[in-house]
């Protein structure tokens, strides 16, 4: 099956109705997609798939077959860099578990609304799960990658 990931064409050889997470962790060897509850709750396995947040879990490989699909591992780009910056700066990973899902949700956002509130971050970041509890770190970092990716494109234009 053929399957679009991180900006390339991939042919994948596994069972249809397998789901995403294990084709991306098992076949593709992107480990940065993570196993946390395989019933879409805690959103570890967060990766985006047509521009939009998905489950990797619950995605099954024949769902996500012609789909554009970006990993944590595929995260590039101005708003990409931003966070990464971001959330170096502000310490915002703890244990580092749920970042991967944490980034790829955020640059979803960002992707979709450049300068999003407190409460369209709380809504957009929902989804995420984090057991040392960073969701304050998280919206500043969200709210410093914006601005800068803002002052960048202001910059440039």
């Not at 992107?30 to 939009?52: F, P």
């Not at 590039?76 to 899902?101: H, K, S």
């Not at 300068?115 to 770190?137: F, G, W």
């Amino acid at each position: 099956m053929e399957i679009h990931l991180n900006g390339e064409a991939r042919s994948v050889s596994a069972p249809a109705d397998m789901p995403l997470l294990w084709v991306l962790r098992e076949h593709l060897n992107l480990t940065g997609t993570k196993y946390g509850c395989g019933h879409g709750v805690c959103g570890g396995c967060m990766v985006s798939i047509d521009g939009a947040q998905a489950h990797a879990c619950q995605t099954t490989l024949a769902d996500a077959a012609g789909r554009k699909i970006v990993t944590i591992e595929g995260q590039t780009g101005p708003i990409a860099e931003a966070l990464f910056a971001a959330w170096l700066e502000l310490d915002v990973a703890q244990c580092g578990f749920c970042q991967p899902a944490q980034i790829t949700s955020a640059a979803v956002l960002l992707n979709n609304n450049p300068t999003p509130s407190d409460v369209d971050i709380d809504e957009a970041m929902k989804h995420n799960l984090c057991r040392c509890a960073t969701y304050q770190r998280v919206r500043k970092a969200i709210h410093l990658a914006a601005s800068r990716v803002a002052a960048t494109a202001k910059e440039t234009a």
